[in-house]
């Protein structure tokens, strides 16, 4: 599928539509994008937006738990969410906090909130996360799903050209799957997984 000279393809087994890696946008591009993001962790509507994500995670976990906000951003408020509520949160973000000695630990739980759509090699970035995921741990992922091949060439999502990949609800039942983990949509765009 070709929209705006931009070249889509479609995974045959997870159902996930992704960019022509030929034509992903360069790091300094996907900075400068990133830079007009608006994510004051201050904001009270950006918190109800992200208490999507970290109600239902928080409801799966014991206070006091070690997690990891991957791809946090430069205003980290899902990390301050879960801070509040009693978690220990490490942040890394390959722009705004890369500190890759994060990587190198496990964790309880590890968030993902509008970062997936970003993964340039997505199978590599869900086995890393998947490798500092302690065992019963979970993963707590939100991202806008992709329902209609129809409307994808008009989607506000898509438009982004930070955007790359972008997932199906059976896409991540796959990606769980072929991991071992269950899986769970508990609220729209948001999707649960768990390490056995």
Same mark, same amino acid.
């Given at each position: ?28 591009? $996907?900075?400068? @994008?990133?830079?007009?993001? &608006?994510? *004051?962790?201050? !904001? /009270?509507?950006? =918190? ?68 997936? $759509?970003?993964? @340039?090699?997505?199978?590599? &970035?869900? *086995?890393?996360? !998947? /490798?500092?995921? =302690? ?62």
């Amino acid at each position: 599928m070709s929209i705006d000279q931009l070249d889509y393809w479609r995974c045959e087994v997870c159902v996930a539509r992704f960019l022509d890696p030929d034509q992903l946008p360069g790091r300094q591009e $996907e900075q400068a @994008h990133y830079l007009l993001h &608006e994510n *004051d962790p201050d !904001d /009270a509507g950006y =918190r109800a937006f992200l208490s999507r994500l970290s109600r239902p995670l928080l409801a799966k976990l014991e206070r006091g738990m070690s997690g990891l906000d991957y791809g946090c951003g430069p205003g980290p408020a899902l990390a301050a969410m879960l801070r509040e509520a009693g978690q220990q949160i490490a942040l890394y973000d390959p722009f705004f906090q890369n500190n890759r000695q994060v990587l190198g630990h496990s964790y309880d739980f590890i968030t993902c909130s509008e970062t997936a $759509e970003h993964f @340039h090699r997505p199978a590599e &970035e869900f *086995d890393r996360l !998947d /490798a500092m995921l =302690r065992p019963g741990g979970w993963l707590g992922v939100m991202s806008c799903f992709q329902t209609d091949d129809t409307a994808f060439a008009n989607w506000h999502y898509r438009k982004d050209p930070t955007h790359v990949v972008f997932y199906r609800q059976a896409t991540f039942h796959k990606l769980a799957e072929q991991r071992g983990w269950s899986c769970e949509i508990p609220v729209k765009n948001v999707a649960l997984m768990q390490k056995p």
